[in-house]
């Protein structure tokens, strides 16, 4: 992005102008865990509920017509910018949703009403499920949930010290596999994974897979169709859209074969009082009254990103990356969690200052206005491996700019001063 290109961005977000403890300009470090949303996406939010509020998939009026038409172009928007068809994207409340979801299609729940292609989801205990070390929890306790209700046995690649999927453990998948699990970016680390190994392995084995793209969508141009995984998972409130609504991707025949996650209304054919035909994906999986609104927000924020192209906000956010990770070798005790190449990560920086907790460097920054996370940001496998027992993490946006960066560098140089009381260079103290 152009200087010029940049400073529109920025105005297009309003949370972005304003202050935090006692009239310090915010400079928010933290899209990782949330994003902020522009002006646009809140607009369409609140001008669904201004002009068109209805319930969807229901009712002969207008204004159910027009809801419903707003929530499926919604789909269309969204499934375009991921490059899949529109009847493969299933709404969920958020990625975690999503996860669940799928592994619930496996817990033998019913078997013996979904005819012949449900047995492919059949899991035993000669059976394993595969994830990584390096999960967020989200694509990890649902595993472990379905492990223990069906007796099937839980593997997981193994990280590098550098916290990338280490492709040497690869042959932990084999012919007991039959789901494979794994994230695409990881939100400690910011590593991409070597997504067309993993699904090699897993398609040599006759695995299905489900990838995580919770932190690859919202900063990396990705086309689940050509990663050629099973299933994606992703939230919306990443990815400059509302809370309340994330995405899940199955391919059609998988969708299919698979029982519904929640039942009652909407997602029904027949009902009798004993029994009960489903509706086609993706209408199965969306039981009872929809988060429309959210969806409306979705498709305004999926707008965005594909008017700016994902490849620009991709270019970027590698700059901020390198800037950030360059800026931070600088300073003396602070260990990067994950790639030191930038080319193999996204703006998702963890780090460690030695002999400080990172509860204190996250109140340090953010008496200078900087918002970062700290903790084991739903990652405690990932942080064990790695040595640490929580980090501190500054995530970009793309709305972030070096001059941010720059400040969040020179007060992270101060904090070692401030804590050990080290002389640092650059910066007196305050
Ligand atoms: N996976 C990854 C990699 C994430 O970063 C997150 C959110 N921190 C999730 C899953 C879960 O997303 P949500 O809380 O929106 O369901």
């Known amino acids: 992005l152009t200087a010029t290109e940049l400073a529109a961005v920025r105005a297009d977000f309003p949370l972005l102008t304003r202050t935090v403890r006692d009239g310090k300009p915010l400079v928010y470090l933290d899209s990782a865990a949330t994003s902020q949303k522009p002006e646009c996406v809140i607009d369409a939010e609140q001008d669904y509920y201004l002009r068109r509020n209805a319930a969807v998939h229901r009712g002969a009026h207008a204004l159910a017509?027009?809801?419903?038409?707003?929530?499926?172009?919604?789909?269309?928007?969204?499934?375009?910018?991921?490059?899949?068809?529109?009847?493969?994207?299933?709404?969920?409340?958020?990625?975690?949703?999503?996860?669940?979801?799928?592994?619930?299609?496996?817990?033998?729940?019913?078997?013996?009403?979904?005819?012949?292609?449900?047995?492919?989801f059949r899991?035993?205990?000669?059976?394993?499920?595969?994830?990584?070390?390096?999960?967020?929890?989200?694509?990890?306790?649902?595993?472990?949930?379905?492990?223990?209700?069906?007796?099937?046995?839980?593997?997981?690649?193994?990280?590098?010290?550098?916290?990338?999927?280490?492709?040497?453990?690869?042959?932990?998948?084999?012919?007991?596999?039959?789901?494979?699990?794994f994230t695409h970016v990881s939100n400690v680390t910011g590593a991409i994974s070597p997504v067309a190994e993993v699904v090699g392995a897993a398609r040599r084995a006759g695995a299905l897979v489900v990838l995580d793209a919770c932190q690859s969508v919202p900063h990396l141009p990705v086309d689940l169709r050509a990663l050629d995984v099973d299933f994606a998972v992703f939230s919306g409130h990443k990815m400059l859209g509302p809370t309340g609504i994330g995405a899940l991707y199955g391919r059609r025949e998988l969708l299919e074969a698979m029982p519904p996650f929640g039942t009652g209304g909407s997602m029904v054919e027949v009902v009798t009082m004993t029994e009960t035909t489903y509706a086609a994906p993706p209408q199965r999986f969306e039981a009872g009254t929809q988060m429309v609104a959210q969806t409306v927000g979705l498709h305004a924020a999926a707008d965005y990103l594909t008017e700016l192209g994902m490849a620009a906000v991709a270019a970027h956010e590698a700059e901020l990356t390198a800037h950030l990770l360059h800026g931070i070798g600088q300073i003396d005790g602070v260990r990067v969690l994950g790639p030191t190449d930038p080319a193999d990560r996204v703006g998702v920086v963890a780090f460690t200052v030695d002999g400080v907790h990172p509860h204190d460097v996250g109140q340090l920054l953010d008496d200078a206005g900087i918002a970062v996370r700290v903790g084991h940001h739903c990652a405690q496998p990932l942080h064990r491996r790695l040595g640490a027992q929580s980090s501190a993490r500054a995530s970009v946006?793309?709305?972030?700019?070096?001059?941010?960066?720059?400040?969040?560098?020179?007060?992270?140089?101060?904090?070692?001063?401030?804590f050990l009381g080290e002389t640092v260079t650059g910066g007196a103290l305050a």
């Open 65 to 120: 017509e027009e809801a419903t038409e707003a929530y499926e172009n919604a789909r269309a928007a969204v499934a375009g910018l991921v490059g899949i068809d529109t009847d493969e994207l299933v709404w969920t409340k958020n990625a975690t949703e999503g996860i669940n979801l799928v592994a619930y299609a496996f817990s033998n729940a019913s078997l013996g009403r979904g005819g012949t292609a449900a047995e492919q």
């Open 123 to 181: 899991l035993g205990p000669r059976d394993e499920v595969v994830v990584t070390e390096a999960e967020h929890h989200a694509n990890l306790v649902p595993w472990q949930e379905l492990c223990a209700r069906t007796g099937a046995t839980l593997r997981w690649l193994g990280v590098t010290d550098s916290g990338r999927i280490d492709t040497g453990t690869l042959d932990v998948i084999g012919d007991r596999t039959r789901v494979v699990a």
């Open 397 to 418: 946006g793309l709305h972030t700019t070096t001059a941010e960066i720059d400040q969040f560098c020179a007060e992270l140089a101060r904090v070692r001063q401030f």
